[in-house]
């Protein structure tokens, strides 16, 4: 059953890719149908050219039947299984007529009609014009400005020079990839970070009045919580040297402008609260880790170990503070899991906080299920973010309220040892994480092995209020090193290299597509 499960994950991740092989790597030149997924040659000559009329088709994809009752492919915390990857991607058949005369190599300069015109503009020495004649096309350095980073400036320039200019693909996903990025930013900068802000006050004050009037083991539960929300708190809190002052003195650039970097004059009133007294300490002790970012450390609040330099700030959240604020706040909430197991727990009594943590997970999702307003809030963020990132790879609010549901039905939800055994029971049905991160810094003795590993994965499953995305590389990664590969040699375990060959030759002919696939144990479309 797991391997069938593997398949499948394997077979979903790769469906695009193949896609693009079936698209862009099998095209054949043969007079005939080359295939299913092949190009239709048609014996017309128009023109009196010698190249006969081709066409690309291939067949419409859809993977709702493959996606059905899936979790992998619908992931954890999916509202009603609404938001699926069955039922928001789809690929149309193509059946495009290719009008590009085709060309033999070696190519014969003279036999170019503008090469001279596009020489006058752009000079090849001797060695690019024999790659040019050999290969059809030659890289070379920008002619015009070689430390030019901007990619779209070049075509700005071929054009103004009229020379002929070829998008290619990866122009295209470049800036598809930047489009991408920058809507996500804004997204996150202009919408989430105050979403986030209400929805982690409301509940670290939901936390204390839970504190307030409960006892025993829930009592601590929301003893805990308290810290985790000031902790996320205090990470978004804009500090002094973040906010442009109210003169504007020292927050403008050469030419008078404000620094956008910053947050607006005032933000530091706007965005206010009080660390509880009674948590103080431990969200202290964890601020104080996350800024050092040294690495593995005991959480003061969790009581495992945590990779605390993962909350350095990269990518597009470098370019504002209010961005790497939000990075780290969202790095809390997607890395710190309140887990089922207690074996990664390192305290006086790890079983004991392993159900303490149950019952931290259940107040919080309870929360968000008794207030409607604050759950659209965690569903805005969660299914947006989702839909650009990926689906989440730990268990959240919605398993857990399923979860409560079964155990207490419409009773009083009293947490003892009884029920809280017969929630993690009702938990554990659900699919753990696939990926693991880091979670209590989990240690293999060699000889190492697969079942090893799975087992460490599954120590590592919880409760993240925004948990970490299944990202399709990072799963193929973390399956090709480590104790996926087999024993344990005494050497840094890289993904095969093989694979890096395939990966490439697989664009360029069936074949080796075909050994691929078969690799993964797939089916080839090239026949």
């Known amino acids: 059953m797991k391997q069938l499960i593997k398949a499948i994950v394997l077979s979903s991740i790769f469906l695009i890719f193949l896609v693009s092989i079936i698209t862009g790597g099998c095209l054949t030149q043969n007079s005939s149908l080359s295939g299913e997924n092949g190009t239709e040659n048609k014996g017309e000559i128009a023109n009196n050219e010698s190249s006969p009329t081709s066409y690309l088709k291939t067949e419409a994809v859809n993977i709702s039947e493959l996606g059905a009752g899936n979790s992998i492919l619908a992931g954890n915390s999916t509202p009603a299984g609404n938001f699926t990857l069955a039922r928001n991607y789809r690929l149309q058949a193509l059946n495009v007529e290719l009008k590009a005369p085709s060309y033999e190599l070696p190519l014969n300069k003279e036999s170019i009609t503008n090469y001279h015109n596009f020489s006058g503009r752009v000079s090849l020495n001797e060695s690019a014009l024999k790659m040019l004649e050999s290969n059809g096309f030659v890289v070379i350095e920008n002619p015009y400005n070689p430390e030019e980073e901007d990619i779209t400036s070049t075509y700005a320039t071929l054009k103004e020079e009229n020379v002929p200019i070829f998008i290619t693909t990866d122009s295209l996903l470049h800036l ?48 805990r919580n308290a810290p985790y929300f000031a902790a996320a708190l205090s990470l978004l809190q804009p500090k002094p040297g973040q906010v442009q002052s109210t003169q504007v003195q020292g927050t403008e650039d050469y030419y008078g402008s404000v620094n956008e970097s910053l947050f607006p004059a005032g933000a530091e009133k706007q965005y206010q609260f009080e660390i509880p007294g009674f948590v103080k300490k431990d969200v202290e002790a964890e601020l104080a880790l996350i800024d050092a970012h040294e690495g593995f450390a005991l959480s003061p609040i969790f009581k495992y170990q945590e990779d605390y330099s993962q909350y350095m700030p990269r990518g597009h959240y470098t370019r504002s503070e209010k961005l790497q604020n939000y990075f780290r706040a969202f790095m809390w909430h997607g890395r710190m899991s309140t887990l089922l197991k207690e074996k990664l727990i390192k305290s006086e009594d790890p079983a004991k906080d392993a159900r303490i943590q149950t019952i931290q997970a259940s107040l919080i999702a309870s929360e968000l299920k008794n207030k409607p307003d604050l759950l659209k809030n965690w569903d805005r963020i969660y299914e947006i973010t989702a839909f650009y990132v990926g689906f989440s790879d730990d268990l959240g609010p919605y398993e857990y309220m399923q979860a409560m549901d079964a155990v207490f039905g419409d009773g009083e939800r009293q947490f003892n040892e009884t029920s809280v055994n ?106």
């Not at 919408?191 to 009037?213: G, N, P, V």
């Not at 693991?436 to 120590?459: F, H, K, M």
């Not at 104790?483 to 890096?500: E, I, M, Q, R, W």
């Open 176 to 223: 598809y990839h930047i489009q991408f990025d920058e809507t996500l930013r804004q997204i996150e900068e202009k919408e989430f970070y105050d979403t986030l802000w209400k929805t982690d006050l409301t509940l670290l004050s939901a936390s204390i009045e839970m504190y307030d009037s409960s006892t025993g083991e829930e009592k601590e539960a929301a003893r």
């Open 422 to 527: 017969e929630l993690k029971a009702k938990l554990a049905e659900y699919e753990g994480p696939k990926i693991y991160g880091g979670t209590g810094n989990c240690v293999l003795v060699p000889p190492l092995t697969s079942e090893q590993a799975d087992v460490c994965l599954n120590d590592t499953s919880g409760f993240r209020f925004m948990g970490r995305r299944f990202i399709p590389d990072s799963y193929v990664f973390s399956n090709m090193v480590g104790a996926y590969t087999g024993s344990y040699a005494g050497k840094k375990d890289t993904p095969f290299t093989l694979v890096h060959r395939f990966l490439i030759n697989s664009f360029l002919d069936c074949d080796s597509t075909r050994h691929f696939i078969h690799f993964f144990h797939f089916i080839s479309p090239c026949k």
